[in-house]
């Protein structure tokens, strides 16, 4: 099972940092990956880390977030910086690996003045 935790409520330019954590389990065998939705809209894929280490971003977010992992704390987390009100949205985490696919609940970020 996934856990999101870190959301919350931020100023336009402000910075959270949300991590992703998992009972019972390595994360260190998945890929892990962040995806989020607004009200009315599809879940959209914003990045991910392999289990290698390589990341991939979504256009709108490179340069402001950052996802990594600590293998020591089996956590992932994505680092968010200069969020703007169109990075409001529930962030969810999601961790696959052959045959598995899990999805957390799902953390909520809010970016407004």
């Known amino acids: 099972q996934l856990v999101e935790s870190g959301g919350g409520s931020v100023h336009p330019g402000g910075s959270l940092r949300i991590s992703c954590s998992a009972s019972g389990g390595d994360l260190g065998m998945y890929s892990l990956s962040w995806y989020r939705q607004s009200p009315g809209d599809e879940r959209e894929f914003v990045a991910q880390?392999?289990?290698?280490?390589?990341?991939t971003y979504r256009d709108s977010v490179k340069g402001r977030f950052t996802v990594a992992r600590d293998r020591q704390e089996n956590l992932a987390y994505l680092q968010m910086n200069g969020l703007n009100s169109d990075d409001t949205a529930v962030y969810y985490c999601r961790a696959q690996a052959p045959g598995r696919d899990v999805w957390g609940q799902g953390t909520q970020v809010t970016v407004s003045s």
């Open positions: 880390i392999t289990k290698r280490g390589d990341t």
